[in-house]
């Protein structure tokens, strides 16, 4: 990829943190995207087990018994279980849900964003923690607070690594070592098989 392509391909305000990163030197420049594009389809990667691991272990506990259907008898439905704008999430998720098919519980659960998940270990979840909630992660003698900022955090880096933004500045190894350390409370054995699946450290270890 030479100057001109990179302007056509990438844009010259894309290329130039990398260019920056090189200290102006475009072999290396095309060098260090190509490595950052591996990583953030890494990233992505984990981050698609973990949303997957914890949204799992969430609903295991908040709809332990319920049924699949109808959802209004569930706890995605329940103002006693969620905020307003926690149902309302939800809401925006059915409406989303493809015309035909049936509005099942764990479809909701696939279908609510990763900041719906993040939510739910603020302060106002407190009660709901410490009576329901904790229970998701049997692993750690942990309180609610220990994950709120985390999970926050991994909201913003998810979203940066959904939108393509460039990583080069961001704590990427901090971010992949919150989502073991989360798995881990969960499942002790899916944290080691995510850390083993995943190649975020080896790529943060290769950069050009």
């Known amino acids: 990829m030479d100057e001109q392509q990179s302007a056509a391909w990438l844009s010259d305000q894309r290329f130039q943190p990398f260019l920056d990163e090189a200290d102006g030197d475009h072999l290396r420049a095309v060098a260090i995207y190509e490595w950052h594009v591996r990583l953030s389809a890494a990233c992505f990667a984990t981050i698609n087990v973990f949303e997957v691991l914890l949204r799992n272990a969430v609903d295991r506990q908040l709809g332990m018994d319920q049924p699949q259907m109808p959802i209004r008898e569930t706890w995605l439905m329940d103002f006693n279980t969620l905020q307003p704008n926690g149902v309302k999430a939800v809401i925006v998720a059915v409406e989303r849900l493809e015309k035909g098919k049936e509005i099942t519980r764990s479809r909701i659960v696939a279908g609510v964003s990763f900041g719906f998940w993040a939510g739910l270990f603020s ?86």
């Open 123 to 208: 302060k106002t979840y407190e009660e709901l923690w410490r009576h329901r909630l904790r229970l998701a992660f049997p692993n750690g003698a942990i309180m609610r607070k220990d994950l709120t900022q985390p999970m926050r955090s991994l909201q913003a880096f998810r979203n940066r690594v959904a939108h393509h933004d460039c990583l080069l500045n961001q704590p990427v190894r901090e971010r992949y070592d919150e989502m073991i350390r989360i798995s881990g409370w969960i499942d002790a054995d899916a944290a080691t098989w995510l850390d083993e699946q995943s190649s975020v450290a080896a790529l943060l270890a290769s950069k050009p």
